[in-house]
């Protein structure tokens, strides 16, 4: 991601500090909503040449992919409506590579989607 007059470059599209900030705020909600209910962080804001996962967590046997989506209104939709199928498919892949990488063994993994808005936290459970 390259920075251009102080405004974050992702995929041809601008993100300003705003918006980053938001998302970590997410991101950051997302995990706390998930680590009192005895999951794992196992890692954040994983990235490599395909992309980024927002979270990868751990339940028992379970390896959960987490997707964060936040919103500070619904005027564009809720957040949740925001994971394309493409975004899926990445995410597919993405979690593949990352297992690979990190020699993590779970019999299980589990895509989830955590949906933030203002301050709630909806979480998904294997959204797809």
């Not at 390896?63 to 209104?73: G, I």
């Not at 597919?92 to 936290?121: G, K, Q, S, T, Y």
């Amino acid at each position: 991601m390259a920075l251009r007059g102080g405004r974050e470059w992702r995929c041809g599209a601008v993100v300003s500090g705003a918006r980053q900030r938001l998302g970590a705020r997410g991101e950051l909600l997302a995990a706390a909503w998930y680590t009192a209910r005895g999951y794992e962080v196992l890692d954040r804001n994983w990235r490599c040449s395909g992309g980024e996962i927002d979270l990868v967590l751990r339940n028992g046997q379970t390896l959960v992919v987490c997707e964060v989506k936040t919103r500070s209104s619904l005027l564009y939709g809720s957040p949740a409506e925001a994971v394309t199928g493409a975004k899926r498919v990445r995410l597919r892949r993405l979690a593949a590579r990352w297992i690979m990488e990190h020699d993590v063994h779970a019999p299980n993994v589990r895509f989830d989607v955590a949906a933030v808005l203002d301050e709630h936290v909806e979480v998904i459970p294997g959204a797809w």
